[in-house]
């Protein structure tokens, strides 16, 4: 599971309107976010659509086609209970996409406010702020879910929760970092020797300047998060079957490994697919910014 | 060896020289047939604007290019062997053995987790066949002989321990410990204080003298190349343009481009100020091929010919050869679009001659917090008691060692920091130009609304009435109003820097305080600007801090000089008399560290370089705080502090025995 | 140094103190209390409130919390609820499972990754990209399988399917051969996240070395580029390497409960699902503050090691 950890484009040139067409056309015709939206939209036009696919519902069971391997009628094959693993991973990745992005925001809006005061304001703030940040990265991210899920239950809120918070210190921490590094720019200075108001600079020179690279901080988040969920629904800690989380469909299986190997690996392979292309999307980003990385 | 070679005393002969980088976006073109000569112990200098394939020539010769640089074709002879054609293992035997190479940036140029002497006795042992014993005792007498203090002791040093100067030092000595027969230095005084720089410069010298060594010195610096070199190449745009003995090429150069650059240099006699000559436009794109002369787009001489066939190195005489097909390249073209700067009106009224900044008693101190609570901090003396007065439409230079606290003023000035104590009074208001032009600009705004920012945020006027003041505003540095839309990242270094210039105008402050503003711009567009700011002078009688480490360049532009040192004025007065007339030591010694785009007047100059480095300003010492370094000093020095005192009618200075 | 060393250990002492704080307060906001949780719907008010009593749940949370320090100091983790075996018992008997799990995957990862990331990165120096982007694929697809998923395939492709290595089996220290069986396939698993990462992090440090003015100075004196390769640029990019290896404890830490419960493995990690599974919180509230504790120990032992090796960093 990956960890965050983001070389910061930050203090080599941003130079990336995210408001313009330019830049948004910039992005798009970067190879990688290509490669990420060609399997991000098709399997979020599926999970969107999934209702009106021709398969049956992901808790349907179906007593006459228990256990079946992939075929035709069943793509990815059948459960025990005679459901379509097909339907049933669409609907987990409904479920992965929300983690995911809730998780992703919640970490880039508390980060983003919390690494903005830290860094700009400095003193005792900024100093709570970074021990407190050191103590919840003390624990590792699963364990300190795990932790969290034990004492708020179980369920889709719980495990946004538990996953943001381990994310929520790694985004203050980034956040401050490139505050830190933006609060010394020449162009700080000249908009202060017209006594520039703090909420200005914020605002305006701050704040916008570090919106790119959190932007790619919270897309490994997303994956991660996924990644995450993932894991404590297949400890049995997550979200509770029957709802058909990636993670619940990989634990059902784990049992008829060897009688019915689809139902643990393909949803397996649904994960993976969802977290490299968030990667690329990431990387593209990065490279979009950071016209060095390319080479 | 090639027999039917003509025998010359030729040391290096390269021919026709050809070096590529492949990179994703095209083939850059960056070395396109270079051919030059050097004999034993002759020291040749290489300028060229930034970019001009200086570097990418001298890495040439040894192959020391990294991916994605190759040497394509050509021919480099040492000592009658082609290198281009020796393998690599072969190549190996004449690095550091027969060619020493020198780099620019002494603070990444040694690896720093490795002692010196991990770095310099394995290559001596190697090269020579030393025991390892004999290895280490002729590092360490290189040590010695490049100035490094207790040079046994030292040799076990990390690089990390050392100042930037000794670095160098270490290098230079590095390079000449297996006794080479050429040393090629790449910028190596580029990165170092004017001081420090003479030091190097006077060291290299010596040294290649004594051991008879050849040398290829790489600079963008004219003054160096009249101080240090016998011959000059002069590179443009992958090719040399022109190349001759020095004292041919600085009073009768041929080729129009080193003609303007010699012109672009502020002369050093200020008795009538002209314009700088300026090179319009920019250096051609290496990716792209070339037709004709490569220069002719800034060429005020170009013609049809010129644009169809590319000239050759031609002979001109004396060794002098160019690559023009005017044979006196511009001619007496030259000086006549460098119009005389009319001196300054005089005051209209008593108003306007007043005083609009006045610094009393300045202090600024910065405490480091300490390691272990009780531990008492350490206080760094950055600006140490400075009084100093503009007046209006006044210019005040203002020259020091980097870490003199120059920039603190400045900081100060703009109420960036507040002052540990003493006052400021500024009659309206300052404003700033930086030196770096890539950071001083928010990336993500136009430069419409940089150049509105100061107006935006003091309320100034209306949307309509803002508008109309940034067209003025963007006439005035002159550039065009088209511009306003664009981003900073699509601008060169010296649009960036009028920009700069321009948001610093917009709300019409009393003084701006220009922080080295031109020293990260190639001459030819550091002229440009220097041209501007004297204009912006004339046109709007508004003062200037002109913070800057070139002293030819600050005498130039201003009005009055300060020079600091340790966080102290020690001289003042009026830019031509310090300049011409150092009363201060450490004045006198600054001033004969500047090398002087003129190899006569070079050589009739003694060099005296200052001894020693700018002491740590932690703890300051009790007298005079240039003692130790003053080759006047005495035991009275040492114990009295000296502070400035009227020294003629218009000077000051802060010397006992300054009369 | 000592310096140095004292105010990263005051740190890390505030920073102990606050997982501690933090994990017992967390814990008592569980809704109902932890007895009720723990006990269900089985045991009546009375016998609640006994227990309750015996575990000093009925004090007010200062006094709760004071003692819980107080024991924490003499290193008394207390008993588990149910069995009643004192926790610390529990945790050394586990650990060595553990230990062997992480220790065998630092070791095959840095084994196979350093090299491999050395050569991408001198390649990739000589202009040649095959192997620099090979691993950087590679590294991207390994590191972002879900390390339960690939424990699975893993499990069927070489238990299951050929039968290389044994689904189950007491493991003992006592028995190293059959520990050795019993852990090569969840210190694959997790070394195949790893060592891509490390690869990659390794090429780009290398990579960076190489372009660096020094090793330009090391060529001009007539080194070979050999030579130059393991006299300067390993050595410097050591240090980058050192720090990330310290850093992917945390992910190792992660991965080594989800393969010891797949592979049921009797480590740490299937202590604390167990603990989770019967609701035993004192056992995963120790085993939390346990978890941290190692975690904050390895990175301030790296920070000291960068420290001593990098001689610029001064105290
Ligand atoms: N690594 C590189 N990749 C691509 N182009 C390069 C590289 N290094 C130098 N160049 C190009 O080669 C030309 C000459 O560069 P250089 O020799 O460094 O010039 P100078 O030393 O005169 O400043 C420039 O156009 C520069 O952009
Ligand atoms: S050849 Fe023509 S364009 Fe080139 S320098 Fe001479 S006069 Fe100018
Ligand atoms: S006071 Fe003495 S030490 Fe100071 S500058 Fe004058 S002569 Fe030198
Ligand atoms: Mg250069």
């Not at chain 1, 162009?187 to 932007?215: C, F, G």
């Not at chain 1, 901080?217 to 995450?228: E, H």
């Not at chain 2, 396109?32 to 040439?60: L, P, T, Y």
Request: a positive charge; hydrophobic letters at 45%.
């Amino acid at each position: 599971m990956a960890l965050i950890s983001i070389p910061l484009p930050a203090h080599r040139s941003i130079q990336f309107n995210f408001s313009s067409l330019n830049g948004t056309i910039r992005l798009l015709s970067n190879r990688r976010v290509q490669l990420a939206l060609m399997i991000l939209v098709p399997i979020l036009l599926l999970t969107v659509f999934r209702p009106f696919l021709p398969i049956p519902g992901p808790l349907e069971t179906n007593l006459r086609a228990m256990t079946k391997p992939p075929s035709f009628v069943h793509l990815f094959g059948t459960d025990r209970m005679g459901r379509d693993i097909l339907s049933r991973t669409l609907a987990g990745v409904q479920i992965s996409m929300f983690v995911g992005f809730a998780v992703a925001l919640l970490s880039l809006t508390v980060g983003l406010v919390m690494g903005t005061l830290a860094g700009f304001f400095g003193g005792v703030i900024d100093r709570v702020m970074m021990t407190i940040t050191d103590i919840f990265l003390a624990f590792p991210s699963l364990l300190l879910a795990i932790g969290l899920v034990s004492v708020m239950g179980t369920g889709m809120l719980p495990v946004v929760l538990a996953i943001s918070l381990s994310d929520v210190p790694r985004f203050i921490r980034l956040q401050r970092s490139l505050v830190l590094s933006l609060r010394s720019r020449a162009y700080i200075d000249a908009a202060r020797t017209v006594k520039a108001s703090q909420m200005w600079l914020m605002t305006r020179h701050i704040v916008p300047n570090t919106l790119a690279p959190l932007l790619v901080a919270a897309s490994i988040a997303a994956a991660n998060a996924i990644l995450v969920e993932a894991g404590l629904s297949f400890l049995g800690l997550g979200i509770m079957p029957p709802a058909p989380s990636l993670g619940n469909l990989i634990r059902d299986g784990q049992t008829y490994l060897e009688q019915a190997w689809w139902i643990s690996t393909l949803p397996g392979a649904v994960i993976l697919l969802i977290a490299i292309s968030l990667h690329f999307l990431s990387d593209g980003i990065r490279q979009v910014l950071d016209p060095r990385s390319r080479k | 060896m090639n027999e039917l070679r003509p025998i010359r005393s030729a040391l290096l002969d390269v021919r026709n020289l050809h070096t590529h980088f492949l990179t994703d976006k095209g083939t850059v073109k960056a070395v396109n047939g270079v051919s030059f000569q050097i004999n034993q112990g002759e020291r040749v200098a290489i300028v060229g604007e930034s970019g001009s394939g200086k570097s990418a020539m001298a890495m040439s010769l040894l192959r020391l290019l990294a991916y994605p640089g190759k040497v394509v074709s050509g021919e480099i002879n040492l000592e009658g062997r082609d290198l281009n054609r020796l393998s690599e293992r072969q190549l190996n035997e004449v690095r550091g053995r027969l060619v020493g190479t020198i780099f620019q940036d002494p603070m990444s140029s040694l690896d720093p987790v490795m002692r010196i002497s991990n770095q310099m006795i394995p290559p001596i042992m190697r090269h020579l066949g030393l025991s390892r014993e004999k290895a280490r005792a002729e590092a360490i007498s290189w040590l010695d002989r490049v100035g490094i203090p207790d040079a046994a002791r030292r040799i076990e040093s990390y690089p990390f321990e050392m100042s930037g100067g000794m670095r160098q030092r270490v290098m230079i000595a590095m390079a000449l410990s297996c006794r080479p027969r050429l040393v090629i230095a790449d910028e190596p005084t580029t990165a170092l204080d004017v001081t420090i720089q003479a030091q190097i410069v006077e060291l290299l010298k010596e040294l290649t003298a004594e051991t008879g060594a050849a040398m290829i010195f790489i600079t963008h610096d004219l003054g160096l190349v009249a101080r240090f070199a016998h011959k000059v190449g002069v590179m443009y745009a992958g090719k040399l343009v022109e190349f001759g003995p020095v004292k041919d090429i600085f009073a009768r150069p041929r080729h129009p481009y080193t003609q303007s650059l010699l012109d672009t240099i502020p002369p050093v006699d200020q008795l009538e100020r002209r314009r700088l000559a300026q090179i319009p436009g920019f250096p051609p794109d290496m990716k792209l091929p070339v037709t004709g002369c490569a220069f002719k787009d800034r060429c005020a001489g170009a013609h049809r010919r010129c644009f169809e066939v590319a000239p050759e190195l031609e002979p001109r005489g004396h060794g002098h050869a160019a690559a023009c097909w005017l044979p006196e390249g511009l001619g007496a073209g030259r000086q006549m679009e460098r119009a005389l700067i009319p001196p300054m009106e005089p005051a209209a009224d008593a108003g306007e001659d007043r005083v609009v900044v006045e610094i009393n008693n300045l202090h600024k101190h910065f405490t480091t917090r300490s390691s272990l609570p009780w531990r008492k901090p350490p206080t760094v003396r950055a600006v140490n008691g400075i009084s100093l007065r503009i007046r209006k439409g006044e210019t005040l230079g203002i020259v020091g060692e980097s870490g003199c606290g120059k920039s603190t003023v400045a900081r100060l000035l703009l109420g960036l920091d507040p002052a540990t104590s003493g006052d400021i009074f500024i009659d309206g208001m300052a404003q700033m130009v930086f030196q770096d032009p890539s950071s001083s600009f928010n990336p993500k705004m136009t430069l419409f609304n940089i150049i509105q920012e100061p107006l935006v945020v003091t309320g100034w006027g209306t949307k309509a009435e803002r508008e109309t003041r940034v067209r003025e505003l963007l006439g005035q540095v002159g550039l065009d109003e088209s511009y306003m839309h664009r981003y900073p990242s699509q601008l060169s270094g010296g649009q960036r820097q009028r920009i700069a210039i321009a948001r610093a105008l917009a709300l019409k402050p009393s003084v701006v305080v220009a922080d080295e503003p031109t020293s990260a711009l190639d001459v030819s567009v550091r002229a440009q600007i220097i041209n501007l700011l004297v204009d912006l002078k004339q046109k709007l009688r508004v003062s200037f801090v002109f913070i800057s480490h070139d002293l030819l360049t600050v005498s130039y532009i201003s009005d009055k000089i300060a020079v600091m040192y340790l966080g102290e004025v020690v001289e003042y007065g009026p830019a031509d008399e310090v300049f011409n007339n150092p009363a201060h030591p450490y004045t006198q010694a600054l001033i004969s560290a500047v090398p002087i785009p003129d190899p006569e007047a070079e050589e009739a100059r003694i060099q005296k370089p200052l001894s020693g480095e700018l002491p740590s300003p932690l703890n300051l010492p009790v007298g005079c705080s240039f003692a130790s370094r003053c080759p006047k000093a005495t035991d009275y020095c040492r114990t009295h502090k000296m502070v400035l005192k009227p020294y003629s009618k218009t000077r000051e200075t802060a010397c006992h025995y300054a009369s | 140094m000592l310096t140095y060393s004292f105010k990263r250990l005051v740190q890390l002492f505030v920073t102990v103190l606050g997982v501690v704080t933090l994990v017992f307060f967390t814990m008592r906001l569980i809704p109902g209390d932890p007895i009720s949780a723990m006990a269900g719907d089985n045991l009546s008010g009375a016998a609640l409130d006994q227990m309750r009593g015996q575990m000093g749940l009925n004090d007010p949370l200062p006094v709760q919390y004071l003692t819980y320090l107080g024991r924490l100091a003499v290193l008394d983790f207390g008993t588990t609820v149910t069995t009643k075996l004192p926790i610390v018992g529990l945790i050394l008997g586990a650990l060595p499972v553990t230990v062997s799990i992480a220790l065998g995957t630092i070791f095959l990862t840095v084994l196979i990754s350093i090299p491999l990331g050395t050569l991408a990165a001198y390649m990739a120096h000589k202009g040649n990209r095959m192997l620099d982007n090979i691993i950087t694929g590679v590294a991207m697809v390994l590191d972002l399988m879900p390390p339960f998923w690939t424990s699975l395939v893993c499990l069927l492709i070489f238990s299951l399917t050929l039968g290389w290595f044994p689904a189950s089996g007491t493991v003992s220290l006592d028995d190293p051969a059959m520990l050795l069986r019993r852990i090569a396939l969840p210190v694959l698993v997790l070394s195949m996240a790893q060592i891509a990462t490390l690869a990659r992090i390794t090429r780009t440090s290398v990579l960076e070395v190489l372009n660096e003015d020094y090793v330009r100075t090391a060529r001009s004196m007539g080194w070979s580029e050999l030579h130059v390769l393991f006299r300067h640029a390993l050595k410097n990019a050591a240090l980058p390497i050192v720090t990330v290896i310290g850093l992917s404890f945390g992910n190792l830490l992660n991965g080594t409960v989800i393969v010891e419960f797949i592979f049921t493995l009797p480590g740490i990690g299937n202590l604390l699902v167990g603990g989770m599974n019967s609701r035993d919180y004192q056992m995963v509230q120790t085993l939390i503050v346990f978890y941290a504790m190692i975690f904050v120990a390895i990175n301030f032992t790296t920070d000291l090691i960068y420290r001593v090796f990098d001689p610029r960093v001064q105290f």
